[in-house]
């Protein structure tokens, strides 16, 4: 009977273990596990960010005025050109606002 309470006690603190590690655990919130190929409208895009350096992938994610989240490959020419468009629209925008 021993080494069964042994056995579940061991168990039973694995199980603590490894739900408190997955709850504290500091991964990636999004990452790209493909990229769209679909050029996208530089006037449907309100921001962009880049994924966690933890990702498999790295990768740019494209958020629409409609809320979409795209996954965009950031080594194509469109895209870094679309980033381009968009940072200098929103650095325009910004110093707009603040004159």
């Excluded at 590690?21 to 309100?46: A, H, L, M, Y």
């Excluded at 809320?67 to 929103?90: F, G, K, M, S, Y």
Aim: positive net charge; charged residues 20%; aromatic residues 8%.
């Amino acid at each position: 009977m021993r080494p069964y309470c042994i056995f579940i006690a061991c168990l039973v603190l694995f199980a603590f273990c490894s739900l408190a590690r997955s709850e504290f655990s500091q991964g990636p919130d999004k990452c790209c596990f493909s990229f769209s190929n679909i050029k996208i409208p530089i006037k449907q895009v309100e921001s962009h960010h880049t994924t966690h350096l933890e990702c498999h992938r790295s990768g740019i994610i494209v958020i629409t005025k409609a809320q979409r989240e795209i996954c965009v490959d950031p080594t194509e020419r469109w895209v870094q050109r679309l980033i381009n468009l968009v940072d200098a629209r929103n650095m325009k925008e910004m110093s707009q606002s603040s004159d």
